[in-house]
């Protein structure tokens, strides 16, 4: 099976610029997380989408969104970029199951000028 | 709270050699499912191991077991036979039946020295 995958791969966005990420599961796979990881804060949970319905929400602001398709593909945007939002994005997938190991992407590189 | 400690940021290890990374946690939840990924420089996280929280054999896969001990909610990572390609970023991360997220530590960075 191919791996999850994700595009772009690499971003330049101004400030003030919105931008959209794509993540393609692995096939069969129904949930799709959103990872955003940086030096300083590491490792912090965006949000997770199952069946094209956000099931579980991280603390970030409004500005950070999702959606997820009937094929289970998922879309983050981020709007009004900020610096801070310069990061690496990563998306998980797993059948579903909360207890199921979640696989990861190779992310995309985003950098807010 | 639900939060992950890895109190060793780097460490180093001879090729051949053992390691052992540690991780402590905490939750209230007595449900949950504990992961060590390793994030080589490429960036691709990948699973090392996964452990049940109401199992209490410790996992084991090749080289890499791992030491649970749930009444101290410690969760270390023993690496045998250290290899070059395990140099890498390793995360702790657990999951809970509550939230369909995993909380993750900050990580340590192992090089393992030829």
């Known amino acids: 099976k191919a791996g999850v995958t994700q595009t772009p791969r690499y971003l330049i966005k101004t400030r003030g610029q919105q931008v959209t990420l794509s993540c393609s599961p692995i096939s069969g796979h129904r949930s799709v997380s959103w990872y955003q990881q940086t030096p300083g804060q590491g490792l912090q949970f965006l949000f997770e989408y199952f069946s094209e319905t956000q099931r579980n929400k991280g603390n970030f602001p409004g500005r950070f969104s999702g959606r997820q398709f009937s094929n289970s593909r998922s879309e983050m945007n981020v709007s009004t970029l900020e610096l801070g939002d310069s990061a690496l994005y990563l998306c998980a997938s797993s059948p579903g199951g909360w207890e199921e190991t979640q696989y990861f992407g190779p992310g995309t590189r985003l950098l807010v000028l | 709270a639900q939060t992950v400690t890895q109190s060793q940021p780097e460490m180093s290890v001879q090729e051949a050699e053992t390691v052992t990374l540690s991780c402590t946690y905490d939750?209230?939840?007595?449900?949950?499912?504990l992961f060590w990924y390793k994030q080589p420089p490429s960036r691709q996280m990948i699973l090392v191991i996964r452990q049940e929280a109401y199992k209490q054999q410790n996992a084991t896969e090749n080289r890499f077991s791992v030491n649970f001990q749930k009444a101290a909610k410690s969760f270390s990572l023993k690496i045998s036979d250290s290899q070059l390609g395990d140099t890498a970023m390793y995360f702790c991360?657990?999951?809970?039946?509550?939230?369909?997220?995993?909380?993750f530590g900050t990580g340590t960075s192992l090089t393992v020295i030829p």
């Open positions: 991360a657990f999951i809970t039946n509550t939230g369909n997220q995993f909380y």
């Open positions: 939750t209230s939840e007595n449900n949950y499912y």
